[in-house]
């Protein structure tokens, strides 16, 4: 008895796509992704630029009788400097 072995089917490859085609579709990914992002941005959600511009409160008067311009009520300024000042 002789075994004979079996034939196997030929295995068809799907065809490529078109350059085209993944051109288009990788063009129109890129800007859906590009568009959600620009609406997450401009609605202030996107969580490496933090909130929104948030504005100072109003200042206000004092409610008591002191007249302006006394310490308390001074304006400090912070001044802090990035580099070093280079010598004159």
């Known amino acids: ?20 085609g993944v051109i288009t579709a990788a063009l129109g990914l890129f800007f859906v992704v590009l568009t959600l992002l620009a609406i997450q941005v401009r609605s202030g959600r996107d969580p490496a630029l933090g909130p929104g511009i948030v504005s100072p409160p109003a200042i206000s008067q004092p409610a008591t009788g002191k007249a302006a311009g006394t310490p308390a009520e001074q304006a400090t300024t912070v001044v802090t400097r990035t580099s070093p000042v280079p010598p004159p």
């Open 1 to 20: 008895m002789t075994a004979t072995p079996k034939a196997e089917p030929t295995r068809r490859r799907p065809p490529k796509p078109s350059p085209l």
